[in-house]
């Protein structure tokens, strides 16, 4: 059965970066090759990070089109990374770990502005794919912690910027900014920061090496939230005016300098680490988007990841929508339709912010109304330098840098292209998108609401839910009559259809996918596409053992068979239950749905063949039906045992199994049973070799409450005996026996002081009690010696003189004597002499 793949569990070095699902999009001048010899192929292992080198505003206003180079790296270890052209990695996804094998040096744009040369990448090799970040819980209002280091590079002179000018910024309107952009999912601060002092002993062109030792001055250490944020000196030669590193989502951290202690660059930077591109302008000749065209790297004007080198405007819908952040919109992918829709501002926080357009090829565009108002007020005043307009306009989502490319809606020819900033629709007019797929018609504007009207083309007449359902065989396939119209407007633009056994549901960006009845049920129980699991990811599949089907959702899946109910499975405990063989492993179809709210944040769930158990301090962990069994009769997680800390672990001797927990041991064999062992008694088995050892494996539990606090604990070849003032001691069968016969430790034995000990002449082994000891060898059986008898016994030389003990003592008149193989002694009462006979 195919499986959607797992992403890696492991992350690279501290300052490894998240991954990012980006085509690079290299936009500078081709490479040129030095002029050295060649060297000689060198092959490394690393993380691919890539980063954008961003150019101040009079780089702009000089270069006219300056843009933001994509870089790229190889990260071998914390500081250590080797330089690779973009355009060699275009296929590999930022964050996978990834083998290369590297040429000659490459002199590059980025090198001839000082940064450290590139080098061919021969071949490369994908490890492993980027890991899904993990987001540390917050602690503080702040969620994403910022650790400000004020460093000049080597040969740098600092400059009057103080480390609370930079705080300032990060704490106040940069925090502010993200986290009214992002409806406070987005809560910078900053958490720590070092001051001026030695420079470092790299500069700007080794950049990863500057990061370590800004690093390691803060005692900064990676986190998936977390950022590090160097302030070098304004001047700074061979510095970008800011570069930051990708992340792969909100959930981000990532790596940062800065020239400036500006909100905009600071502001940018961050969003590079939440993993924004660029929000650049694409202009058509006399059109709006149809050849021959040009993009204009970073000239939205309007947005924070352009040249939003003055005011801040609201963060536009593609880049929103990337975030997960865009509050609910109309996704438009019908076909032969006219719908008008009404368009609140951007910056407001009610109504529809976006109407987003979903052509054929997956190309999507939003329309967004950004009046002169809330965070775009600075659109009517002098502080609209450039001159760009407010109103309705049109972006585009791309792969690239350039992520977010806004659209000229009222466009020029190519000879006025340079002066032409003015990009909104003009009311009455309508504009073609994608070859005439969507026409925009601009019908009326207010301050508060701008009518748009939305025509699609009629040849493509069918819904992606309508193709979908007529490639399954329509009516005559497995969902049989539609029973509803299809609806939209769902969380993500999604939308579906119900039919007589089942539903398709559909989302921008989960697709289009099926499902029966019975998971629908249950997946409605848990909140639709708003409850934890979100949208269906694949269809539903079956064919499993038993009758089963399985539906993978975006947080988890849904499992069923012939004889157990459709139970969602998520998180930590699907990825536990994955890793045991899914239904076919030992465990089988979930029984139960899972349960939180445990001692100690536990979770678990309960499937055929046992249960799998959860918690942060204890990870999750599975257990068989026998040993869950025993674990329940003491308590669960709240009884002597605790949480287990192991999976249940099998192919021991005689088919034996055993799961270690916070406070003892389960072990089983088809021979034993089911028994645990915990506390001192388990540590002597431990001693003893465990089940391999003399003792093999427990046939009892323990028992206390005997004598002076004693437990102990039966083996299949003896026993383990503790108090709290001898310890835990263990001895085999013979022993045991003989020491039974004297009353256990209620005879005047007492309990046993020494373990037991072999290895004597003739094969005989011994063990030590508070009043006396037992001895056997091949030759004698068990036999107790105590008090005066033993004392001259020893003094004899033990086994080595007289032989062991061949019966117990014996009373006689005035005293007792005790038999050994050469030799008798015998204790007169009335002395307390003992004399050899």
């Known amino acids: 059965m195919s499986r959607p793949s797992r992403p890696s569990l492991l992350r690279s070095s501290v300052l490894g970066l998240a991954a990012a699902v980006v085509v690079p999009v290299l936009v500078v001048a081709p490479a040129a090759r030095a002029e050295e010899p060649p060297v000689a192929e060198e092959t490394l292992v690393g993380e691919l990070v890539q980063g954008y080198a961003d150019p101040a505003p009079q780089e702009h206003l000089e270069d006219g089109h300056a843009d933001g180079t994509l870089l790229s790296w190889v990260q071998t270890a914390p500081g250590e990374a080797v330089r690779v052209p973009t355009e060699d990695v275009a296929d590999v996804e930022v964050g996978a770990t990834v083998e290369v094998t590297l040429g000659d040096a490459v002199v590059d744009e980025a090198a001839q502005e000082g940064l450290e040369p590139a080098q061919e990448v021969l071949a490369a090799e994908v490890l492993a794919a980027p890991e899904e970040p993990a987001v540390a819980p917050a602690t503080t209002p702040v969620n994403h912690p910022v650790t400000v280091v004020m460093l000049q590079p080597a040969g740098v002179a600092r400059d009057g910027t103080t480390l609370q000018q930079v ?127 040009q993009v204009a790297p970073y000239e939205d004007f309007h947005d924070v990841m352009g040249y939003s080198w003055g005011p801040l405007g609201s963060l536009n819908a593609v880049h929103g929508n990337q975030l997960g952040v865009l509050p609910a919109h109309p996704v438009y992918w019908y076909a032969g339709a006219r719908t008008v829709f009404d368009l609140a501002a951007v910056s407001g926080t009610s109504g529809w912010q976006a109407i987003e357009l979903v052509s054929e090829d997956g190309t999507r565009h939003f329309v967004e109304y950004r009046p002169a108002s809330g965070q775009d007020a600075w659109l009517a005043t002098t502080e609209n330098r450039p001159g760009v307009d407010a109103g309705v306009q049109v972006r585009a989502a791309a792969a690239g840098g ?94 579906f259809r119900h039919f007589q056994d089942g539903s398709i549901y559909a989302s921008p960006r989960t697709g289009v996918h099926r499902l029966s009845t019975a998971p629908r049920a249950r997946w409605a129980e848990l909140g639709w596409e708003n409850g934890r699991l979100g949208y269906p990811v694949t269809d539903e599949v079956c064919g499993l053992p038993g009758g089963g089907c399985f539906v993978h959702f975006q947080g988890g899946s849904v499992y069923r068979s012939a004889s157990t109910p459709a139970r969602e499975v998520t998180g930590a405990v699907r990825d536990r239950w994955a ?86 041991s389960v072990y089983r064999s088809p021979t034993t049973g089911v ?112 008090g005066r008898i033993r004392d001259a016994w020893a003094a004899l030389g033990w086994e080595r003189g007289l032989g062991y003990p061949v019966e117990g003592s014996r009373a006689v008149p005035y005293g007792e004597t005790q038999r050994f193989q050469n030799g008798t002694l015998a204790l007169d009462h009335r002395t307390g002499q003992v004399r050899r006979i």
């Open 579 to 664: 890793a045991t063989g899914w239904e076919r492993g030992p465990l089988g179809y979930p029984v139960t749905s899972p349960a939180c709210g445990l001692r100690d944040g536990g979770c678990f769930q309960h499937f055929q063949g046992g249960s799998v158990y959860s918690t942060p301090g204890t990870g999750t962990r599975w257990l068989s039906s026998a040993l869950r069994a025993r674990w329940s009769a003491l308590g669960w997680e709240n009884g002597r045992l605790g949480y287990p800390v192991t999976d249940e672990v099998c192919g021991l001797p005689g088919g034996g199994c055993f799961a270690h927990f916070q406070g003892g």
């Open 675 to 786: 028994h645990d062992v915990s506390g001192a008694i388990r540590d002597r088995w431990a001693a003893a070799g465990w089940e391999r050892g003399a003792l093999g494996y427990p046939v009892g539990d323990p028992t206390c409450g005997l004598r002076a606090g004693g437990c102990f604990q039966q083996f299949q070849r003896g026993s383990t005996y503790w108090t709290p003032a001898t310890g835990a001691r263990w001895m085999d069968g013979p022993i045991r026996d003989a020491w039974g016969a004297q009353g256990w430790e209620n005879g005047p034995l007492g309990y046993p002081v020494t373990d037991l000990t072999c290895g004597l002449p003739r094969s005989g082994c011994y063990v030590h009690f508070q009043g006396g000891s037992v001895y056997v060898s091949a030759d004698s059986a068990a036999h107790a010696v105590s």
């Open 167 to 293: 705080v300032d910024a990060v704490n106040g309107p940069v925090a502010d900014f993200w986290e009214q952009q992002t409806r406070g999912a987005v809560r910078f601060g900053a958490t720590a920061g070092v001051d001026w002092g030695e420079p470092a002993t790299v500069g700007c062109d080794e950049p990863f090496q500057l990061w370590q030792q800004a690093a390691k001055r803060a005692g900064w250490t990676w986190l998936d939230n977390a950022h590090l944020l160097v302030y070098v000196p304004a001047g700074a030669p061979g510095c970008a005016y800011g570069l930051g590193t990708i992340g792969g989502s909100i959930d981000d951290g990532g790596l940062a300098y800065v020239r400036a202690p500006e909100t905009n660059v600071i502001a940018h930077e961050f969003g590079h680490n939440l993993s924004l591109g660029h929000s650049s302008a694409r202009q058509c000749d006399g059109t709006v988007d149809v050849r021959p065209c």
């Open 402 to 495: 350039d992520a977010s490319l806004l659209l000229d809606a009222t466009p020029s020819p190519q000879s006025r292209w340079g002066s032409d900033l003015q990009h909104s629709l003009a009311v009455g007019e309508t504009v073609s998108l994608r070859d005439g797929e969507f026409a925009l018609t601009l019908e009326s504007v207010s301050p508060d609401v701008a009518r748009v009207l939305v025509t699609t083309r009629a040849a493509t007449a069918a819904t992606e839910i309508t193709r979908f359902y007529q490639a399954g065989g329509g009516a005559a396939g497995v969902l049989g009559r539609p029973v509803s119209a299809e609806v939209c407007g769902l969380r993500d633009g999604g939308c």
